[in-house]
């Protein structure tokens, strides 16, 4: 974004403002699946897992490592797509968008 900022481009930023908004719910929804992953397995080391709560805390760490493997790869793709800039649909005429 710094980058567009400099090059004076102030359209792209609104232009991937969800793009980011979406990026940035990925990496924070992963900081705290991995923050409830760490206790859980800690809670799972503590208990054994004969305990009738390890299924509740295999669960914590399963979901954390399916976000990480499935999901928080998208942030990459993001990033890709916001340094390219590509942008041809600001170049569509406006009468492209007007029913007569």
Do not use: C, W
């Amino acid at each position: 974004m710094a980058g567009y900022l400099g090059q004076g481009k102030f359209s792209m930023i609104g232009f991937f403002a969800t793009r980011i908004l979406n990026a940035i719910g990925h990496i924070y929804g992963a900081k705290l699946l991995l923050e409830y992953a760490i206790i859980a397995q800690k809670k799972i080391d503590e208990l054994g897992k004969e305990h009738f709560e390890y299924p509740y805390y295999a669960g914590k760490v399963a979901s954390a490592k399916f976000f990480a493997h499935n999901l928080l790869p998208i942030v990459g793709n993001i990033l890709r797509i916001i340094k390219e800039g590509y942008n041809s649909v600001m170049e569509i005429p406006e009468a492209s968008f007007l029913l007569e």
